[in-house]
T-cell receptor
Framework: KQEVTQIPAALSVPEGENLVLNCSFT??????LQWFRQDPGKGLTSLLL?????REQTSGRLNASLDKSSGRSTLYIAASQPGDSATYLCAPRGDNYGQNFVFGPGTRLSVLP | SAVISQKPSRDICQRGTSLTIQCQVDSQVTMMFWYRQQPGQSLTLIAT?????????ESGFVIDKFPISRPNLTFSTLTVSNMSPEDSSIYLC?????????FGPGTRLTVL
């Protein structure tokens, strides 16, 4: 059974800092991995999707990397802004048919002006 | 990317009653998912709903408590039956389009 952990659980940084969020998963047999952000009381917004054959994906100030063999992914946020404050969740998906995404507990990020 | 809407956005219900949550997608999708997010927790998959077949429930969730309908490729409903305060959560529907998952805004349910 896939288990996902995210470190740190919470993070508070001043505006402008670069930061890294970590995601670890126990079963490396994944099809892809997706990063989401969730604002309080809201649904999830997809940030980046990395296929198992890829090493990284970039979108604007966000860069996600994947090391499938070691069961790790990182989300790098450059030049953080107060609007980046949210909870960030990673979700790997198993590569067997019918396997679904398993969500980590999330990292709660606060970017202080 | 798929655009998903949910109704209601929030509700406060009495113990023992039932609530049906609707999920509408702006495009035809094969797989729809229902998740529960309890306060302060991450997401837990309740079931996968494919059009034309019975929903597939995850361990710990049963059809009598969470009946699901999937009448077509753009719509699904989740009913939370015989509610108790422990059912207070955010309920989210999502779709896969394709290989990437997109979420609705969620339904915040409070059971008194």
């Amino acid at each position: 059974k896939q288990e996902v952990t995210q470190i740190p659980a919470a993070l508070s940084v001043p505006e402008g800092e670069n930061l890294v969020l970590n995601c670890s998963f126990t079963d490396s047999a994944i099809y892809n991995l997706q990063w989401f952000r969730q604002d309080p009381g809201k649904g999830l917004t997809s940030l980046l999707l990395i296929q198992s054959s890829q090493r990284e994906q970039t979108s604007g100030r966000l860069n996600a990397s994947l090391d499938k063999s070691s069961g790790r992914s990182t989300l790098y946020i450059a030049a953080s802004q107060p609007g980046d404050s949210a909870t960030y969740l990673c979700a790997p998906r198993g590569d067997n048919y019918g396997q679904n995404f398993v969500f980590g507990p999330g990292t709660r990020l606060s970017v202080l002006p | 990317s798929a655009v998903i809407s949910q109704k209601p956005s929030r509700d406060i219900c009495q113990r023992g009653t039932s609530l049906t949550i609707q999920c509408q997608v702006d495009s035809q999708v094969t797989m729809m998912f229902w998740y529960r997010q309890q306060p302060g927790q991450s997401l837990t998959l309740i079931a996968t709903a494919n059009q034309g077949s019975e929903a597939t429930y995850e361990s710990g969730f049963v059809i009598d408590k969470f009946p699901i309908s999937r009448p077509n490729l753009t719509f699904s409903t989740l009913t939370v039956s015989n509610m108790s305060p422990e059912d207070s959560s955010i309920y989210l529907c999502s779709v896969e389009d394709p290989g990437e998952q997109f979420f609705g805004p969620g339904t915040r349910l409070t059971v008194l």
